[in-house]
């Protein structure tokens, strides 16, 4: 990305414009690219964009800017670890993961719209043309290019007053010191995931529940995770597909759908997607245990039976069903086989903790309600508790 950042600087003039290559980068070049960078439209990020891509300035194919975006996912990765900046996450994704980068890299290409309005969602794509109107519309729709974009120059270069706020981007990872573990999710996809959070639930992840600590229950499963505010739940299957969903309230446990339009399902690898809701219904989590007519587990999107991610009160095993998508989340199938096992699970909360509420004390409808107080005493039947109990808190 070095490189990458020299190239484009001397190509660019200080009016913004393209011109030959010089041996040198100007302060007016440097100061112009950094404007564009970090401050300027996605016409003008485009430009320089262009310029770190392409030698000429015109034309790509596809598999250029494919290499661009996996040499800026990869550069990010190696800034926060050479900053420190990792906030307790691993770099690399456990042994025999496939490559966050590319995965992710991957992800953001497909948010590129071609020439005609195909998607870049396959190596057949690889060798089509992208012009300048491509490359304006995919940094305008795929914001994690500028943010990345961001990241590498102000940590890099360590500029001053940088408008990212790194703190949201990277969430600080809490768990118990005693307790250190290896987590399913590296930094890439924590970033990933975090950035489809509410504003407010993107500065810290704080671990509730893992099979690693915890073991393969799932009556400890609930009673970690009931009333610890919303929280992320992630599940690896024997076949290495890592997928989860978003619960935006507390799980409670009972026979009732539970949560709201804020949920979704995700998957990390072998890709990295989000769906949200569809509005189809209101399916959106399920937690039940010890119910005798209805299923036990926790569930979220689709229907009994039939839910988009699944996981067994028979601990190990669930299923993600979706022909051809979840009617609630409208997504495939996240696991590689409809019904699988799995050996590794973890549920991270979101955000603060949740304040317990204060027990509020109960008061009496005689205390409250002055006729029913009248219709005792008009009765000739006494107030027996009176004196007995602590006077009521008029507040």
């Known amino acids: 990305m070095v490189t990458r950042l020299f190239e484009g600087m001397r190509r660019v003039d200080g009016s913004g414009k393209a011109k030959g290559p010089s041996e040198r980068v100007s302060q007016e070049q440097f100061t112009a690219s950094m404007s564009h960078l970090l401050k300027g439209t996605a016409e003008e990020k485009s430009l320089v964009i262009l310029n770190m891509i392409s030698a000429s300035g015109g034309p790509m194919k596809a598999r250029d800017v494919h290499k661009f975006t996996e040499d800026l996912v990869g550069s990010v990765v190696h800034v926060?670890?050479?900053?420190?900046?990792?906030?307790?996450?691993?770099?690399?994704?456990?042994?025999g993961s496939p490559s966050r980068v590319q995965v992710l890299a991957a992800q953001l290409c497909s948010e590129m719209r071609l020439q005609g309005g195909g998607k870049l969602l396959g190596p057949q794509w690889l060798d089509c043309?992208?012009?300048?109107?491509?490359?304006?519309?995919?940094?305008?729709?795929?914001?994690?290019?500028a943010t990345f974009l961001s990241l590498?120059?102000?940590?890099?270069?360590?500029?001053l007053r940088s408008s990212l706020e790194l703190a949201t981007l990277v969430p600080?990872?809490?768990?118990?010191?005693?307790?250190?573990f290896a987590s399913i999710l590296d930094v890439l996809s924590v970033i990933y995931v975090n950035s489809h959070l509410p504003q407010e639930r993107r500065l810290r992840w704080r671990l509730l529940f893992a099979t690693e600590l915890h073991g393969n229950s799932f009556a400890q499963l609930c009673g970690r995770i009931a009333h610890g505010g919303p929280c992320l739940v992630l599940l690896e299957d024997c076949d290495g597909h890592v997928f989860g969903g978003f619960a935006s309230c507390s799980w409670e446990v009972k026979p009732q759908f539970q949560g709201d339009d804020r949920c979704f399902l995700f998957s990390i690898s072998p890709s990295m997607a989000v769906y949200t809701c569809t509005g189809y219904n209101d399916h959106y989590m399920y937690l039940s245990q010890g119910q005798q007519t209805i299923p036990n587990g926790l569930g979220m999107g689709g229907q009994?039976?039939?839910?988009?991610?699944w996981i067994d009160v028979d601990f190990g095993k669930g299923h993600s069903k979706a022909k051809p998508t979840c009617t609630t989340y409208g997504s495939p199938q996240l696991s590689a086989q409809e019904d699988f096992q799995f050996q590794k699970m973890e549920v991270?909360?979101?955000g603060d903790a949740p304040k317990a509420e204060p027990v509020r004390k109960t008061r009496s409808i005689l205390d409250i309600d002055p006729e029913a107080r009248a219709l005792l005493e008009a009765s000739g039947r006494g107030r027996h508790s009176e004196g007995l109990r602590e006077a009521p808190d008029e507040q």
């Open 80 to 95: 926060l670890n050479y900053r420190r900046q990792l906030r307790g996450w691993s770099q690399k994704p456990p042994p």
């Open 129 to 145: 043309d992208c012009d300048r109107a491509v490359l304006e519309d995919w940094v305008f729709r795929a914001h994690h290019v």
């Open 152 to 159: 590498v120059i102000h940590q890099g270069f360590l500029l």
């Open 172 to 180: 600080e990872r809490q768990v118990d010191p005693q307790r250190e």
């Open 304 to 309: 009994h039976g039939y839910f988009g991610l």
């Open 348 to 350: 991270w909360a979101v």
